[in-house]
């Protein structure tokens, strides 16, 4: 089970740091990724972190002012988001990476944190 | 728009069978890269349908089959059920933008 939280409303160009935690005592054996869904919109990859935490990737859209991390210590993952515009606004889910041969698909999600950005 | 192309909505009667179609380009599907089928009931989480183009996790009824060719996918439904109204979302990788991408989903209504 994941279970998201630190969503809320902010103004633009503020700052706001998500989490994802899991009891699973493997949490350190897998990828994660951040996925996002705009209100009655669509699914957009937002982020994604290795199992140790030694590499992650952004869509352009993110890069430079989203930052993924975890801590597997405490089972618990993170997203560090700033310059925040109405256009991040969504409900972002937190997602259990699988490997199917060489290739990645999102095998768990969580039930969502919701973001709004709004003056 | 969305990397993947697929039909806003589609509807069948109950008992029927629907497919729901995904389109792609030589940077993703074309390329290789498998597909995925996720299900989103209203107000939940994604849920994968079918994994690595026609693979059905454990749980997920043999109604629901995946396949692929050349830059394109389907999701088949057979013997629709009123509970399969949802959102259908496909996924795949694209080399050229790397990046996970979805289509932009497809509304399923059982008359």
């Known amino acids: 089970q994941l279970v998201e939280s630190g969503g809320g409303v902010v103004q633009p160009g503020e700052s706001l740091r998500l989490s994802c935690t899991t009891s699973?005592?493997?949490?350190?054996?897998?990828?994660m990724h951040w996925v996002r869904q705009a209100p009655n919109k669509g699914l957009e990859w937002v982020a994604y972190?290795?199992?140790?935490?030694?590499?992650?990737y952004y869509p352009d859209s993110a890069k430079g002012r989203f930052t993924i991390s975890r801590d597997n210590s405490k089972s618990t993952l993170y997203l560090q988001m700033k310059s925040l515009t109405a256009d991040d606004t969504g409900i972002y889910y937190c997602?259990?990476?699988?490997?199917?041969?060489?290739?990645?698909?999102?095998?768990?999600w969580g039930q969502g944190t919701l973001v709004t950005v709004s003056s | 728009q969305s990397v993947l192309t697929q039909p806003p909505s589609v509807s069948g009667a109950s008992g029927q069978r629907v497919t729901i179609s995904c389109t792609g380009s030589?940077?993703?599907?074309?390329?290789?890269?498998?597909v995925h089928w996720y299900r989103q009931l209203p107000g939940t989480a994604p849920k994968v349908l079918i994994y690595?183009?026609?693979n059905r996790p454990s749980g997920v009824p043999d109604r629901f089959s995946g396949s692929k060719s050349g830059t394109s996918a389907s999701l088949a439904i057979s013997g629709l059920q009123a509970e399969d109204e949802a959102d259908y979302y496909c996924?795949?990788?694209?080399?050229?933008?790397?990046?996970?991408?979805f289509g932009g989903g497809t509304k399923l209504t059982v008359l």
């Open positions: 690595g183009n026609d």
């Open positions: 972190i290795r199992h140790d935490g030694s590499k992650e």
């Open positions: 699973e005592v493997t949490f350190s054996t897998y990828g």
């Open positions: 997602a259990k990476d699988i490997r199917w041969g060489s290739q990645n698909y999102f095998d768990y």
């Open positions: 996924q795949s990788y694209d080399s050229s933008l790397s990046a996970w991408v």
């Open positions: 030589s940077a993703n599907i074309g390329a290789d890269y498998a």
